[in-house]
């Protein structure tokens, strides 16, 4: 009799041992499925925030490399955008700020563009000071930073459409055709992202 009621408890025992381990095992469980889950989640929310992010402004051209010429005239390969984003260059810099007494060529303003700065032009046959003052107002508000204006004749985008103003980085134009507030904001975010980059070969 005593010998039934110790197996009676022992298998009790057991039981509430199983129990015991069953409820764990969920817990362990449920713990596992609410990581994966805030997981998921957390990684939803990143793609999504990457998602909905404007793209950056402006157009992307290919790189057409960091070629030095030896002297301005040197003959070279055509470029790839209007106004140039990258190619060949002479070897020395533009001065940075502001010129609107002469038109910069490329070849030469490339070179800023290799060094980080970003080169603001203008194209007005029949004259533009809304977008010249606008581009000048920019440059004494980014005092310090690379930045250069300059006339460069015969905007064109990649559509073929001609246009009164571009800011240009290595490999990025930003085409504008007015001066207002959006524009002004634009050029202040492609200034934002890519003024400073070193775009020399590696």
């Known amino acids: 009799m005593a010998r039934s009621r110790g197996r009676g408890l022992e298998l009790e025992e057991i039981k509430k041992a ?78 940075w700020g502001a010129n609107l007494t002469e038109v910069i060529p490329p070849e030469l303003f490339i070179h800023n563009l290799e060094d980080g700065g970003i080169v603001l032009t203008y194209s007005c046959r029949e004259g533009c000071t809304d977008i010249t003052e606008g581009l000048v107002g920019l440059v004494d508000d980014h005092v310090g930073e690379r930045l250069l204006v300059t006339e460069y004749p015969g905007i064109v985008d990649p559509d073929g459409v001609a246009q009164r103003g571009a800011a240009v980085a290595w490999g990025r134009v930003l085409y504008f055709d007015e001066w207002n507030t959006d524009v002004r904001d634009e050029i202040e975010t492609f200034i934002r992202l890519y003024e400073g980059l070193d775009n020399h070969a590696r």
């Open 18 to 95: 199983e129990e015991k381990a069953r409820a764990q095992a969920n817990q362990v469980r449920r713990k596992s499925v609410f990581t994966v889950l805030g997981i998921v989640i957390g990684l939803a929310a990143i793609a999504a925030f990457i998602l909905l992010q404007p793209p950056p402004p402006g157009v992307a051209f290919p790189s057409l490399g960091n070629q030095h010429l030896t002297a301005l005239t040197d003959p070279h390969a055509p470029y790839n955008s209007s106004p140039p984003s990258s190619g060949p260059h002479f070897g020395g810099l533009a001065p």
